[in-house]
C-alpha cells in the first residue's frame, strides 16, 4: 500500500538545511547533490566526506513534505519562495485552489485579476456562461427557420459549430479554429501518464541514434567532438586525485597555520624546513638544494669599511702681549788691592803682600731690560680619539612566518 505522508519524515528530528547553491568545499547541494568527495575511501582518503545525518533527515522531510502536500491536496502550497508564478499554474492556499491567471504572478492567491479559484460547485455566472434559464429566454429552440439567406447554411453550419454532444459545462474557451482537432491532438502529444516534470529533453529521434565509436577516445584532450570512455574517465580521475601526482617528492607546501602533513596524508613523509629561516633559490642544476647558510646579525670589522683617513687643522686666537719689562737688579761694586811706593803710582793691583791695601770701587746703579713679544698665533695637529662599541647589526627583513614543508618519500 502506498504510504501517505502525513507528517513529513524527521518532522521532529535533528535536520540540517541543505542550500541550492553548490558549495566551495564540496558539501552537499540541492544543485550539485552529493559530490565526489562522498565517494572517496572514508579509511585511506583525507578528504573523504561522511553523509551526514543532519543534512539526509533534512533531504527526506523535504521530499516527504512535497509528496504529503500533492496526496493531500492535489496540488503544492502556494508558498512566497515560489514566486514568481507562471500562468495556468496551480497552488492550494488556505482551504482553496487557485490556478494563476497572469504570467510572472507575484501576488498571493486571492480573487481578483491574478488568480482564479477552482472548486468543483462552480455555476455557470462565476465562469461568464448563460445559465439555461438565461440561454432559454436568449435563444430559440432548434426547429426549421426561415429559407437559406435568413439564416446558415449546414455547411456553413457544420462550418462555423460543433456537432451536438456532451461537452464541458459552458465557460471561456478557444475558439475551434485556435484548438487541435482529435487527429492533430494525438499526432502532437503523447497518451495521459506520469512523465517527467517539462524541461528540455533529448528526441526519440536523437535517442535512438547510434553512437560513433570512432569518437571514442581512451584518453583527455581538447577535442569538442570526442568522447572519452568510462575506462579513461576512471584513469584521468585517478590521476587527478593521486596524492603522488598532486604533491611529488621534493614538493614543498606552505601553511597558515600548525598543519603537519604527515598526519593529513599518510603514507608519505615530510621534513619541516627549519625554524627562523629564510628562502634562497638554489642552482638550476639543483646541486645545492637544502644547502644553509647566512646570520640574522653581523659584526663590522675594520675589513668591511672603504679606505679612509680624518685629518684636522687649526690655529689659536691671535693675542697682543705688547712690550715686557724684567724685573729691576743688577746693582754691585768691586773690590781692590795696591802694594809699593805710593808715591809713584805704581800699584800692581790684586797682589798681596806686607805692604799690600785694599779698597771698593763705587756702587754701580740697578737696571732692567724691555722684550717685545708683538701678537702671534700657534698651530696644532694630532688625531682623534677611539669611539663605538662593535654591538652587533641586524640584517633581518621585514617578514611574515609560515609552516614550510618539504616531501622526503
Not at 349 to 362: F, H, I, K, Y
Request: with cysteine; aromatic share 10%; hydrophobic share 30%.
Amino acid at each position: 500500500m502506498t504510504k501517505l505522508f502525513k507528517v513529513p519524515f524527521a518532522t521532529q528530528g535533528d535536520r540540517t538545511a541543505i542550500p541550492d547553491d553548490i558549495r566551495a568545499d564540496g558539501a552537499v547541494s540541492y544543485t550539485q547533490g552529493y559530490g565526489y568527495d562522498y565517494e572517496r575511501d572514508q579509511a585511506t582518503d583525507p578528504a573523504a566526506k561522511d553523509i551526514e545525518r543532519e543534512k539526509m533527515n533534512s533531504l527526506f522531510h523535504d521530499i516527504t513534505e512535497a509528496v504529503g502536500e500533492m496526496q493531500s491536496f492535489g496540488v503544492p502550497v502556494w508558498q512566497e519562495a515560489g514566486k514568481p508564478y507562471a500562468v495556468r499554474s496551480t497552488v492550494y492556499h488556505k482551504n482553496k485552489t487557485w490556478q494563476s491567471k497572469i504570467e510572472n504572478n507575484t501576488a498571493e492567491p486571492a480573487a481578483g485579476t491574478a488568480w482564479a479559484e477552482l472548486k468543483a460547485d462552480i455555476t455557470a455566472g462565476e465562469t461568464g456562461a448563460y445559465s439555461k434559464g438565461e440561454c432559454d429566454q436568449k435563444f430559440q429552440p432548434a426547429g426549421n427557420y426561415l429559407p437559406e439567406g435568413y439564416s446558415y447554411s449546414k455547411a456553413e453550419s457544420d462550418t462555423a459549430f460543433q456537432p451536438k454532444g456532451n461537452y464541458a459545462p459552458a465557460g471561456n474557451y478557444a475558439l475551434k479554429t485556435d484548438v487541435y482537432t482529435k487527429t492533430e491532438g494525438d499526432g502532437r502529444y503523447q497518451p495521459k501518464g506520469n512523465y517527467q516534470p517539462a524541461g528540455e529533453y533529448a528526441l526519440n529521434a536523437d535517442l535512438n541514434k547510434k553512437v560513433d565509436k570512432t569518437a571514442i577516445v581512451q584518453n583527455t584532450g581538447n577535442s569538442s567532438t570526442s568522447v572519452m570512455s568510462q575506462n579513461a574517465v576512471t584513469e584521468a580521475l585517478k590521476n587527478a586525485v593521486n596524492i603522488d601526482t598532486i604533491y611529488p617528492v621534493g614538493v614543498v607546501i606552505w601553511f597558515a597555520q600548525n598543519k603537519n602533513p604527515n598526519d593529513l596524508f599518510p603514507g608519505t613523509t615530510w621534513s619541516y624546513i627549519g625554524e627562523n629561516k629564510t628562502i634562497r633559490l638554489a642552482n638550476s642544476s639543483g646541486s645545492n638544494v637544502l644547502s644553509s647558510g647566512g646570520s640574522d646579525n653581523i659584526t663590522l670589522t675594520a675589513a668591511n669599511l672603504p679606505a679612509h683617513n680624518h685629518s684636522f687643522s687649526g690655529s689659536t686666537s691671535s693675542f697682543d702681549y705688547g712690550t715686557k719689562t724684567t724685573n729691576w737688579g743688577g746693582e754691585h761694586s768691586h773690590i781692590y788691592r795696591w802694594t809699593g811706593d805710593w808715591g809713584n803710582g805704581s800699584v800692581p793691583v790684586g797682589e798681596g803682600g806686607p805692604a799690600a791695601r785694599q779698597s771698593w770701587t763705587d756702587s754701580s746703579g740697578g737696571h732692567n731690560h724691555t722684550v717685545a713679544i708683538g701678537a702671534h698665533t700657534h698651530t696644532i695637529s694630532g688625531t682623534t680619539g677611539n669611539t663605538g662599541s662593535g654591538s652587533l647589526i641586524s640584517v633581518v627583513n621585514a617578514y611574515i612566518t609560515l609552516m614550510g614543508w618539504y616531501r622526503t618519500k
